[in-house]
């Protein structure tokens, strides 16, 4: 089947400490993005990259990093410099950036 | 940017009954206008979207209605059952820009 990835589904980090979220997907779409989940918010947009090798910031993109070296993979890397990291990740993709967005079921990330 | 409001943020009905959820919108450039539901511990999946040059789509249960001149878009669920209990968050894409996501609405229906 195709779809999106995620993983770990939960995923804790220490003070100090970065850590990496994976995102792959097999839809063959050009363009993936991250976005930051809060309760009782909409999501909100972190990075996205509408073809390999190249992405851009979105709203709240600081003590965050990514990478696009494959078509079908777009980890994020939460950094020691984003203070409040504990939400919900949600990955997504789709054929071009005005195409419908298919996501995964997300990462829940923790503070120890 | 764009800002989208979502209403209600809750709501509940008893099974049979229909649901209506509304956004509202302010870049009237924005011409394309997805729904989405989510379930617990889940990502959004898409479930119905208009463009701007339709005022009405439905799909079975589920219907969407979008009033350019107002600046808002509808969705509209009947005969509600208990597996459409979920969060359901409207969206608007703008093009050349990214997509804007409200803020959600929780709806219970209630057997």
């Known amino acids: 089947d195709g779809g999106i990835t995620q993983s770990p589904k939960y995923l804790f980090r220490k003070e100090g400490q970065n850590v990496t979220l994976s995102c792959e997907q097999n839809l063959n779409h050009d363009a993936m993005y991250w976005y930051r989940q809060d309760p009782g918010q909409g999501l909100r947009l972190i990075y996205y990259?509408?073809?390999?090798?190249?992405?851009q910031k979105g709203d709240i993109a600081e003590g965050y990093s990514v990478s696009r070296e494959k078509k079908e993979s777009f980890p994020l890397t939460v950094t020691s410099a984003q203070k409040n990291p504990t939400a919900f990740y949600l990955c997504?993709?789709?054929?071009?950036?005005?195409?419908?967005?298919?996501f995964g079921d997300g990462t829940r990330l923790s503070i120890l | 940017g764009e800002n989208v409001e979502q209403h209600p943020s809750t709501l509940s009905v008893q099974e049979g009954d229909s649901a209506v959820i509304k956004c509202t919108y302010s870049d009237s450039a924005s011409n394309y206008f997805p729904w989405y539901k989510q379930e617990l511990g889940k990502g959004p999946q898409l479930i119905i979207d208009?463009?701007?040059?339709?005022g009405e789509k439905k799909d079975q249960r589920i219907a969407v209605t979008l009033n350019k001149t107002a600046k808002h878009f509808s969705l509209h669920i009947t005969e509600t059952q208990p597996e459409d209990s979920a969060v359901y968050f409207c969206a608007l894409y703008n093009y050349g820009q990214n997509f804007v996501f409200g803020p959600g609405t929780r709806l219970s229906v209630l057997p």
């Open positions: 208009i463009r701007s040059n339709v």
């Open positions: 997504a993709s789709s054929d071009r950036s005005a195409d419908p967005q298919h």
């Open positions: 990259s509408q073809i390999v090798n190249d992405f």
